[in-house]
């Protein structure tokens, strides 16, 4: 498969793409383009190709799909596209889930790419997971194999939401009486359940609850005089979101570390360690909770790792490539 390389992360918003030219390298020509302006993934990659790749050829690509794959079909859970690649026209097509292609970059990710968030160092060459919350919540792990990384991707994102205290089992109520009968993680851990949390912790206090985004609850947290409901709705996030990262960690015997990306939680970087993260993650389950607390967590904020790992999964099938 001839170089160069056609790398991708499709989500729900945005569609970055960029071009692997040497063997090993990292993307270039880099671009990001609006999903809602597109009809469909070979019209932003015909796009990508014309306006920003000077109309090349690629002979290979990966592209990461937000939502679930089947060889070479994919369907979008937050937009509306799906199809298959054999349309792309593109010689050989590798669909990986999009948090699949983040769980292949974390091996090469390092220094200013990730934030601590508390545990031991990472733990290198045993099994990683990866989450996080954008328009939707992600879940995949990382296992390590003879011919390098395997990825394992899931759906975990829609498992119930992780609930411990009263006041959570509060939201969860008030929500399904409000019309959503089965609350599962991503409908509160995700840039479209940042508002439903705080609606239904509104619901919980007796408050009208307002109309309101997922960037006005995270600028609104910023200090305790801004509006107290956004508040506590980015604690009961971080509280939440910690339960569910021990969670996962527990499935996949995680040893090698947890790793957290999305778009939402660089917003929320300065709240984390004074939240209750880190203690609901070591004690998901109180009887493995020195388990736990060996284990890293990390956030990540490279500003492309979904393309680094995609860029990593092809050279990885195809080491001895060249450029022609």
Not at 54 to 62: E, K
Not at 71 to 95: F, K, Q
Not at 114 to 127: D, I, N, R
Not at 293 to 319: D, V
């Amino acid at each position: 498969m001839s170089l160069p390389w056609l790398v991708a992360d499709i989500g729900g918003t945005n569609a970055r793409f960029g071009l692997v030219t040497r063997p090993g390298g990292q993307p270039d020509a880099v671009a990001v383009l609006d999903v809602s302006q597109h009809l469909g993934l070979a019209d932003a990659v015909a796009a990508y190709l014309a306006d920003y790749a000077g109309g090349v050829r690629p002979g290979a690509a990966c592209l990461a799909i937000a939502g679930p794959v089947d060889r070479d079909r994919y369907r979008l859970t937050n937009a509306g596209w799906s199809g298959s690649v054999e349309e792309l026209g593109i010689p050989l097509t590798v669909l990986l889930n999009d948090f699949e292609a983040l769980a292949i970059s974390l091996p090469h990710l390092a220094g200013d790419d990730l934030v601590p968030l508390g545990g031991p160092p990472p733990t290198a060459g045993l099994t990683k997971a990866v989450l996080g919350p954008g328009t939707g919540l992600g879940v995949a792990g990382l296992v390590p194999v003879r011919e390098g990384w395997q990825p394992v991707a899931g759906e975990g994102g829609h498992v119930a939401v992780p609930v411990v205290t009263e006041l959570e089992m509060e939201i969860v109520r008030a929500l399904r009486a409000d019309g959503l009968p089965y609350v599962d993680a991503e409908h509160l851990l995700s840039g479209t359940g940042l508002p439903r949390l705080y609606r239904g912790l509104a619901l919980a206090r007796g408050v009208a609850p307002a109309t309101i985004t997922a960037a006005q609850i995270t600028a609104a947290q910023i200090t305790s005089s801004d509006d107290p409901l956004c508040v506590e709705t980015v604690e009961v996030f971080l509280a939440l979101l910690g339960g569910f990262a021990g969670g996962v960690a527990l499935t996949l015997g995680a040893r090698g570390g947890v790793y957290l990306g999305g778009g939402v939680l660089p917003r929320l970087v300065a709240r984390i360690p004074g939240s209750a993260f880190r203690a609901r993650f070591e004690t998901t389950a109180p009887a493995l909770s020195e388990y736990a607390a060996a284990i890293a967590t990390s956030l990540i904020i490279a500003e492309q790792p979904a393309l680094t790992g995609a860029a990593a999964w092809l050279a990885q099938r195809f080491p001895h490539v060249e450029r022609v």
